[in-house]
C-alpha cells in the first residue's frame, strides 16, 4: 500500500504577511510590536471563513527579553539569562540578524 496523509487530521497554515508588506509595497526594517495582528486575524478568519474548527496563534521563536536570544520554546527563552541555564541552545541572536 501507498503512503498517505491522514486525511482526519489535516489542517490548514494561514501566516501573516510581514508587518512592512502592503501589498504592492513592501518596506524592510519594519516590525510588529505585538501580536495584535494576529488576534484581529484569528477573528477575521471565525467571521469569514466556513467550516474552521479551530483558529489558534502559535509561534516559531521565542525571543529572551534580556538579550534578544531567540529559542524554539518559551520555556528556554524564559531560561536564557537565567543562571541556573544550562542545556538551551541557542538558535541565533538577534545582533546576528541586524548585520
Ligand atoms: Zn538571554
Redesign the pocket.
Known sequence: MKTKPNYEYGYIKVEPRGAGNFGLVSMSGIHYEDDSHLKDMVEDIKRHVDRVGNVEIHYDFYV??????EYETKED?DN??QPTNVKAEKIKSLKDKEV
Request: charged letters at 10%; a negative charge; aromatic letters at 0%.
Open positions: 529572551c527579553g534580556e538579550c534578544g536570544s527563552a536564557c539569562c
